[in-house]
């Protein structure tokens, strides 16, 4: 994984703030997840976007399984890192 810059402080008069930065989030498989497919667990416990938006993010490689491109066939395994 790519190792993010330091953030950067603005400051204004007596406060400080942080500029808006991209962070890169990382989990483990859940044994709950192993054999499934990615598309199909992202789908089904992460309500927060329609199924569709993950599919969309596994294909273009926001979302990756153990640094590479999911090839749209492979299950989860216990250790692959997402």
């Given at each position: 994984?790519?190792?993010?810059?330091p953030?950067?402080?603005?400051?204004?008069?007596?406060?400080?703030?942080?500029?808006?930065y991209?962070?890169?989030?990382?989990?483990?498989c859940?044994?709950?997840?192993?054999?499934?497919?990615?598309?199909?667990?992202?789908?089904?416990?992460?309500?927060?976007?329609?199924?569709?938006?993950?599919?969309?993010?596994l294909?273009?490689?926001?979302?990756?399984?153990?640094?590479?491109?999911w090839?749209?066939?492979?299950?989860?395994?216990?250790?692959?890192?997402?």
């Open positions: 994984m790519a190792q993010q810059p953030p950067t402080y603005v400051f204004t008069g007596d406060r400080r703030r942080i500029e808006p991209v962070y890169a989030y990382t989990m483990h859940k044994g709950r997840w192993c054999g499934r497919k990615p598309d199909e667990v992202f789908g089904t416990e992460f309500k927060m976007n329609p199924p569709s938006y993950y599919e969309e993010a294909r273009d490689g926001r979302i990756t399984v153990n640094d590479a491109l090839d749209g066939q492979s299950t989860l395994r216990q250790g692959d890192v997402i």
